[in-house]
């Protein structure tokens, strides 16, 4: 830990994330407020992936968050402070931070999604609600970003749902619905054993389509006038949007290596789109 570095940087420099990386088009302000929204998405997810503690101890830690989120933390740590000044700053309410820590916590007690209508109301709590607070930060003139981020949402969180298959499959988890996997002819133990038939091709072509989809969407749904203050999710729809694409041209092979894009894929990604701002700015 470098001495006098803030928690939400020590979180952005140990992780990887694509989210991280997309924040460079932000002016110092709206970046720094990003980081300490994207550290609190952080600390909380781990929570609730990482067997850091019992299932039980796990709900009672994200309970103190949503507690604090909504009335006040009691004792707050440096994030804590942080993320609790955000909605002074932005329209953000507060019931909707506390509307993610409700995503993740259901991830303690569901292992399975019956139907693709419970899986996007998991997405819409973990994924597009994030959207919905970060378009407040970035700043936006049109009320349309609202479905923008909503479809965005949608489309990121397939995509993690197609891309970790195998990762979640490991910790005795499906995100897939189970009526598309009985609609394929794969089962569950396939799934979780990372054995997955020939049919799981047809399975995962339907996933991407439901992905796409949802992309596109969000293109529709951009509104023109505040497509420069969307710079940061733009970026983040075209990375994933790229990572997509390479999980089906590897034909969906989900369950060793995580397949991701380039550094240097990702700063081109930058440039072009930092160039961008540029232009619309002169």
Request: net charge neutral; charged share 30%; glycine share 6%.
């Amino acid at each position: 830990m470098t001495p006098g570095e803030s928690v939400t940087n020590q979180i952005a420099r140990r992780s990887k994330s694509n989210l991280a990386f997309a924040l460079s088009t932000l002016s110092r302000t709206r970046k720094r407020d990003m980081m300490t929204f994207y550290a609190f998405c952080r600390v909380v997810d781990d929570i609730g992936d990482e067997d850091i503690a019992s299932v039980e101890e796990r709900r009672k830690m994200l309970q103190e968050w949503r507690d604090g989120l909504l009335h006040g933390f009691p004792h707050p740590d440096d994030l804590q402070s942080e993320i609790a000044e955000l909605p002074k700053r932005y329209p953000i309410d507060r019931a909707m931070m506390a509307e993610i820590i409700d995503g993740v916590a259901s991830d303690l007690d569901h292992r399975f999604y019956e139907t693709q209508e419970e899986v996007l109301a998991y997405c819409y709590k973990v994924a597009c609600v994030v959207g919905l607070v970060s378009i407040e930060i970035f700043g936006y003139t049109n009320p349309a970003c609202k479905d923008y981020a909503v479809a965005l949402g949608y489309a990121l969180q397939l995509t993690n749902i197609i891309r970790d298959v195998g990762e979640d499959a490991r910790n005795g988890r499906i995100y897939l619905p189970l009526e598309d996997l009985r609609r394929f002819h794969v089962t569950e133990r396939q799934i979780l054993e990372g054995r997955p038939p020939a049919s799981f091709e047809a399975l995962m072509e339907h996933q991407y389509q439901k992905a796409m989809h949802y992309y596109a969407e969000a293109e529709r749904l951009l509104p023109e006038e505040d497509r420069h203050r969307m710079l940061a999710a733009e970026m983040m729809a075209q990375v994933y949007s790229e990572i997509l694409q390479k999980i089906r041209k590897h034909r969906f092979q989900v369950f060793g290596r995580r397949i991701g894009l380039s550094k240097l894929r990702k700063f081109a990604i930058l440039g072009a789109y930092t160039a961008r701002g540029f232009m619309r700015a002169v």
